[in-house]
């Protein structure tokens, strides 16, 4: 019977670990979106978490420079720690606009898109719950069309707040300022559409 080492479930701890970071993140910007008080101490908070995930990062480094077997191809599993992180750099990013921006309340489409992050993430972070059982599990590609579906409901969300922005807005600068926070909210979307979708296709290329 197949079964992994210690040392070999260790990668995917570090996919756990990433993933909740994102999550995480995700719930900070949430809470930024719904809550706008303080936002200098929100920031900092997903700064903060921006540098957990970049740890995470060197954790899969130090790992791979360390091991001589991995339980999957060593490039795919620092493609996935890269790509986790960099979901929780979107987020991050996104929420530094809302500072640069001297934003002061929120509109109802950017909690929208806010409220799908966090559920994307959830589902990723499940996603990578289930790497440490990929060859027999039958949720992992269940969890992969939910972060798609998602992120697909994101595209037509954001094309929406668009449109409206350029309909119903006044002021030009206003119109610039959100279609670059939608954008960024996208972009978060599609940081876990990518990560979802890389898992899948290296779970069928080691089926």
Known sequence: MFRMTQRETSFYDVFEAASEIAYQS???LQDLVLHFDDPDAKIK???DKEHEGDQQVHAMMDRLNKSFITPIDREDLFAISKDLDNITDAIESTAHLFMMFDVQTVKD???SLVRLIVEATAEVHALTKEMKHFKKSKELKVKVIEVNRLE????RLRRRA?????TQEKDPLEVLKWREVYESLESALDACEDVANLILSVVVKHA
Do not use: M, R, W
């Open 162 to 166: 668009v449109h409206t922005l350029f």
């Open 26 to 28: 995700a719930l900070i």
């Open 109 to 111: 489409d950017a909690k």
């Open 45 to 47: 908070a997903l700064e």
């Open 152 to 155: 697909n409901e994101g595209d």
